[in-house]
């Protein structure tokens, strides 16, 4: 039998009948309301903290890369890059930090500054750096050009020859340079005795065409427009240029790990005939994209997955999109690849619910078996408390015997001042969740029988006559003593 909490309060805390004249105070919160709450708020907090972390999780990651030079073809890409993943709406976003270089570019991601940069090969590759993509390869163009008038010498046509001769270099890099002492000395050509002039891209034809070298070296992708424009100078000022092969670019490739064995196919300069007019063997060096070593997994492996799916789209605008290739992801490799790339190219890439989803699942685990050891420590600590509620209705239940043979009213009025401080003391034990319904209920029936007694009790003592009663309070006082 479930009774209302309004009929615990609808007696006289004073012993009064009368419940009209007593005015009804509010019922208080049940304990199992009070838990349904509370587990309520509860799964509401986990499910808030998960939304929470899935948002910050999935939020767009902005990534800092260092490319440079200014107007290369690589700050070209890098920025088409960028919108497109901007226009797309990608997870992963670019901000391009432009650099003097490659070198500048490795030295930013070497001191944390960048999270992603474009390095050459062939330079010393920071430490902190693992590779996400090749950018693109680059491969060697030497070629001799027959001079005019006074300054027109023998024919050169190996590099063997090239002791004693001025060499120009294509670009103010050092790693240029570095790369022809490198050739040179594969092929016992001492570096000190050749003349080596650099020159930056928007001289070429002046430099070409005031005959300041005898042999030029390009280093930069197959189709170079400034490698094109160079050759094509060449042929308007010194008539057909003779292409150096490298034939040793095996041998370099093998002391040099950075470098690769490569051919220049024949006429990819155009002509006619065509330049070269036969395949050219050479060697060729890549442009990384690189990632310092903490940027986290998920992100590299999100980035290489825009990269690819973008790459296509940007052939139109960028053709050297269409030559962005997967890291190398063998253990040797000369550059280690990043786990999140190399996720993404074994098809390991995890998702977020494949990733955190044991985390999940334990922290569920986890909260529900601290709840239950909170609910039974938050029994156990009212244990006190539902023991002296016990007692207190035991005493209830003596208190209707000793109703029934109380002969005053006196004695009565003290005994329902008694019950209204134990009706207090059990109210506040349920509010406090110490005692269920169940015992409430229980309550409420031996607080009616106590009222009940009372009452009738008062009823009898009224109806006898005044001596009668002072008669029996004498005697068991009497008895008493």
């Not at 808030?48 to 890369?65: D, E, N, S």
């Not at 090239?162 to 002492?181: C, E, M």
């Not at 001289?203 to 280093?219: C, P, S």
């Not at 605008?317 to 786990?339: C, R, W």
């Amino acid at each position: 039998m479930k009774l209302s909490l309004k009929r615990l309060f609808g007696r006289s805390m004073t012993g009064g009948l009368n419940l009209a004249e007593t005015p009804s105070p509010p019922s208080p919160r049940s304990a199992a309301r009070k838990t349904a709450l509370v587990s309520l708020a509860l799964v509401l907090a986990i499910v808030g903290a998960l939304a929470g972390g899935y948002y910050f999780a999935m939020r767009p990651v902005t990534l800092k890369i260092a490319v440079g030079p200014a107007n290369s073809d690589d700050v070209k890409v890098v920025q088409a890059l960028t919108q497109a993943f901007t226009q797309n709406k990608s997870q992963v976003r670019l901000r391009p930090i432009q650099t003097d270089g490659a070198t500048a570019s490795a030295n930013a991601l070497a001191e944390g500054k960048v999270d992603l940069a474009i390095v050459r090969g062939d330079l010393d590759v920071p430490k902190n750096a693992q590779a996400v993509a090749t950018l693109r390869k680059n491969v060697v163009v030497l070629w001799s050009v027959p001079g005019k008038g006074k300054k027109k010498g023998a024919k050169i046509t190996k590099i063997a020859q090239l002791a004693g001769h001025r060499i120009g270099v294509i670009g103010r890099t050092q790693a240029n340079v570095n790369l022809l002492k490198v050739i040179l000395q594969q092929y016992g050509v001492d570096p000190a005795k050749v003349e080596i002039v650099q020159f930056p891209a928007n001289e070429v034809a002046e430099a070409i065409k005031a005959q300041k070298a005898d042999i030029y070296l390009a280093a930069g992708p197959v189709n170079s427009k400034i490698t094109g424009d160079a050759i094509a100078a060449s042929v308007r000022e010194g008539g057909t240029p003779t292409f150096l092969a490298i034939d040793s670019a095996d041998a370099i490739a093998q002391n040099h790990p950075v470098y690769e064995s490569s051919e220049i196919p024949a006429g990819t300069y155009g002509g006619s005939p065509d330049r070269p007019d036969e395949e050219v063997k050479t060697i060729s060096f890549a442009h990384h994209i690189v990632a310092r070593k903490g940027v986290s997994e998920t992100t590299i492996a999100a980035f290489t997955r825009q990269l690819f799916a973008v790459r296509q789209q940007l052939v139109a605008e960028f053709p050297l999109a269409a030559k962005i290739e997967t890291p190398d992801t063998d253990k040797d490799a000369v550059i280690p690849v990043h786990p999140g790339a190399a996720a993404f190219v074994d098809g390991e890439e995890k998702t977020f619910l494949d990733k955190y989803s044991d985390y999940i699942w334990w922290s569920l685990m986890a909260l529900s078996a601290m709840g239950s050891i909170g609910a039974w420590f938050a029994g156990y600590l009212k244990k006190d408390e539902r023991d002296n509620n016990s007692h207190l209705r035991d005493r209830l239940l003596d208190m209707i015997a000793t109703a029934r043979k109380s002969e005053t009213t006196e004695e009565l009025d003290q005994m329902q001042t008694e019950a209204d401080e134990i009706l207090r003391d059990t109210l506040r034990c349920f509010d406090h969740g110490a005692i269920e319904e169940a015992a409430l209920t229980a309550f409420n029936i031996a607080l009616d029988q106590f009222h009940a007694a009372v009452a009738d009790r008062k009823a009898v003592l009224f109806s006898l006559p005044q001596n009668l009663q002072r008669a029996g309070a004498q005697f068991r006082a009497a008895g008493n003593a």
